[in-house]
């Protein structure tokens, strides 16, 4: 279950501006500068997620504590990520451990940047063309603009591998994820 989770929640890593046919690639869309967005987490995982925004979605940090149930075996999560343009670091605070990974987005960045200006005028009508059905065809995905206003904002629905993910339009920053897969269910929520 976990990995199907991890599976659903992997659209948050892909820029939504490439999923919903930008015109700029790698331009984050945010409509603020800075922000904290708390998060409950309830289903099969409870606790909360605090998402804090920086230079306009560049630079993120995400805390995270949560306990989940698995045949009666509690299991409690602390962890922090820190994202960069660069660098993504992470850490477990129960293990008391972190890594540090390349992020992959400064290496596709990197190329694109390499390419000339009909190069990458093709790439961009290539993406818009294919949208989110294609590239997200094998998980049976799909990508809805505007379906919804949450705190104000209004949001894109992208389904796929029995998860539903509402981010600010245009972006990756969820403000509702709901997951529901053998049945086991959470939701992950803006509040």
Not at 3 to 19: E, S, T, W
Not at 31 to 48: D, H, L, M, N, Q
Not at 92 to 117: C, M, V, W
Not at 140 to 169: R, W
Request: some cysteine.
């Amino acid at each position: 279950m976990i990995k199907n989770i991890a599976i659903a929640l992997l659209l948050q890593l892909i820029p939504m501006g490439v999923l919903a046919g930008s015109n700029d690639l790698w331009k984050i869309n945010l409509p603020f500068e800075k922000a904290t967005i708390r998060y409950a987490i309830s289903g099969v995982e409870e606790g909360y997620e605090i998402l804090y925004i920086r230079d306009f979605g560049q630079r993120t940090a995400k805390y995270r504590t949560s306990t989940m149930k698995v045949m009666g075996i509690e299991k409690t999560t602390e962890t922090v990520e820190f994202v960069d343009p660069d660098w993504i670091y992470t850490f477990d605070l129960q293990r008391r451990t972190g890594t540090k990974s390349a992020n992959p987005q400064s290496y596709i960045h990197d190329e694109f940047n390499k390419l000339n200006d009909h190069e990458k005028q093709q790439l961009v009508e290539n993406n818009n063309q294919l949208n989110l059905g294609p590239m997200l065809g094998g998980m049976s995905g799909e990508l809805e603009e505007n379906v919804v206003t949450m705190l104000g904002y209004p949001c894109d629905k992208a389904q796929f591998v029995g998860a539903k993910v509402y981010s600010i339009h245009g972006t990756s920053i969820p403000l509702r994820t709901e997951a529901n897969i053998m049945g086991m269910r959470m939701i992950v929520e803006a509040v």
